[in-house]
């Protein structure tokens, strides 16, 4: 953890260089690209624009009198159209997809052979009613079925909404029915460890739950077995045969369309859904990917993301694809069969570009650099990390066991809502400073303000902010000037701001202007990578039968960054049969990565003398930092109970 000597590095915090190979052949490379940038805003955005196709050209980069922001305004495109049609001319038989399955199988789509299945797809989607603004579910763990029935949808401006498939049938119900979408894809199953997951039956729990049902359902075939299908009920794979050799026009979309919808978890007990624009998220998606991962056609990427969630979205499928890249998809766990599955996967696919999680990094270091060390992985050109904080150790040993001293590591800071990369070294341009994302990438007004939103001194921790519009801002950002109100606990004070959104992260800036984010400041619990609420983890734990009262607060966790710990006071004193309780209904409500890492029990929660409960207090009390002044309690007298009461983590 911050703090603790194993979270950083032996090694001197020197600035690393980007290495001169790298820096002759990258896409940006000009070391003044900030300063143009800011000079020519907002016109510096076509550089994105141009990226892409469009069928009618806009009028405007961005309308700028305040909110709302509209992007390349006037501007028609089809989002498939730019990712598979337009790069058949140049590259029909390379490879868009290439799929490695959890059971050693593989698969490898060609620019051609994507082009058939999504129209084939969206011809399907269109026969079973989908017309254009319906929104699609789709519940499918990382299959190529899944990028194809995006980019159908896409295609037919029919917006998408992935929904996790690890999330479970109550938090499928939730979602479709706030998108009120009455479309969904699922599969059969799948297989998590070796074990099939039944996922058509947490499927069927979720269309149950649903006022009005679902109009139709189309399931994958993933186990191999046969699964029985009621009358509105479709086998992908019959579907595309029968519509074998169609094509669908690609609709023409306005800049400013949905093109799709993604939920996350803030601050409120319900996921809220997040909206991406056609013409400004799919430009910085694929800017980002060729300014920070440096994508070109003929490399081959690997974003191990899961494509449910944003990171997925923009950097396993829509980024590069609309750069003509071949993009990796992997769908299972990287210690299996192996410790050196990843490696292994880098070496026989000749992978340039890896983009991972902290986590993951932090997993590979424990198990030991033999495992990448038995593999050639020269092929790897760049390296980046999203999701959470990297600890500057995690870093040094990535950008040396891994990218061989030769590759830039780029830490790249950026959310759900901001639809692509905001915070990040560019990989030719800037040192990298182990542990710190960054400067915000050109054009990005990002800035770290104290309370009253005045930009902090250097190595000063304050609030992250953004203080001006950027091209994959979501429709809610664009459309609602009190978005931030609503959605803001911790409030920074931004109205001196034209137009301001406020994070929920926070942050110290260096004298060079690089950012180091240090995590919410919010009620959302960073898990992996993923993003949780605690009041939706608590309201699963409250409705359990022997729960009194339930908190829950993020805790250290060696590998994940941080972890969920649920403190319980309790009618029911088997409390082995209460953990399990617990767990199961936050498996329920959410899905099994949401489920505690630590429970613990006590008589009574702390609470101030009006009665809430101190969650502060207990983060602290979780974290085994100081505690302060406790005599707001009404209760003091627990505070020895709980921290006797948590487990040794050694
Ligand atoms: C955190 C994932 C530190 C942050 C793309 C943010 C990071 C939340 C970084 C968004 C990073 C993401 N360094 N923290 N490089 N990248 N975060 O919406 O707290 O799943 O607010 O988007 O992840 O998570 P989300």
Known sequence: MPGDESWHSAVADEPVVPPASFVEQANVADADVRENFEREHPACWERAADLLDWSTDYDTVLTEDGPPFRWFEGGRLNASYNCVDRHLDERKNQVALTWEGRLGESRSYSYLDLYREVN??????????????????????????????????ARIGAPHSVVFAGFSADALATRMEDADSEYLVTCDGYYRRGAPVHQKNKADNAAMA???????????????????????EYDYGELVTEHRGETVEPVERDATDQLF???????????????????????????????????????????????????????????????????????????????????????????????????????????????????????????????????????????????????????????????????????????MKPGSAGQPLPGVDARVVDIDGEPVEPGETGYLALTGPWPGMPLSMVEHEDWFAEHASVVPDLSDYDWAYFTEDSATVDEDGYITVLGRVDDVINVS?????????????????????????????????????????????????????????????????????????????????????????????????DLGDTSALRNPEVVGELESALPDRG
């Open 120 to 153: 084939e797809f969206a011809a399907a989607l269109r026969g079973l009613g989908v017309e254009e603004d319906d929104i699609v579910t789709l519940y499918m763990p990382v299959v190529p079925e899944l990028p194809v029935a995006m980019l159908a949808c």
């Open 210 to 232: 649903l006022d009005d049902g679902v109009e139709a359902t189309v399931v994958v075939d993933r186990l191999g077995d046969d699964t029985p299908l009621a009358d509105d």
């Open 529 to 625: 990578g993923h993003r949780f609420g605690t009041m939706e983890i608590e309201s699963a734990i409250a409705d359990v039968s022997g729960v009194a009262e339930a908190a829950v607060v993020s805790g250290p966790h060696d590998l994940k960054g941080q972890a969920v710990y649920a403190y319980v006071s309790a009618t029911e004193e088997d409390e082995g049969a209460l953990r399990e309780r617990i767990a199961g209904a936050v498996e329920d409500a959410i899905g099994p990565i949401a489920v505690p890492d630590v429970v613990v029990f006590t008589s009574e929660l702390p609470k101030t003398r009006s009665g809430k409960i101190m969650r502060r207090l207990l983060e602290d009390i979780a974290n085994g930092d």
């Open 261 to 431: 919808l993604i939920y996350t978890s803030g601050t409120t007990g319900e996921p809220t859904g997040v909206r991406h624009t056609t013409g400004g998220y799919l430009s910085y998606a694929a800017w980002t990917s060729h300014a920070v991962l440096d994508i070109k056609p003929e490399d081959t990427h690997w974003c191990s993301a899961d494509i449910g969630w944003i990171t997925g979205h923009s950097y396993t499928v829509y980024g590069p694809l609309a750069l003509g890249t071949t993009t990796m998809l992997y769908e299972g766990t990287p210690d299996h069969p192996e410790k050196d599955r990843v490696w292994e996967l880098i070496e026989r696919n000749a992978v340039d570009v890896f983009y991972t999680a902290p986590t993951a990094i932090r997993a590979f270091m424990k198990w030991g650099e033999e495992h990448p060390g038995s593999h050639d992985l020269s092929s790897l050109r760049l390296l980046g990390t999203v999701g959470e904080p990297i600890n500057p150790r995690a870093w040094k040993w990535y950008y040396t066991h891994i990218g061989d001293e030769d590759c830039p590591v780029v830490d790249t800071w950026w959310q759900t809502e901001t639809g692509g990369m905001m915070v990040s070294t560019l990989p030719a341009v800037d040192d």
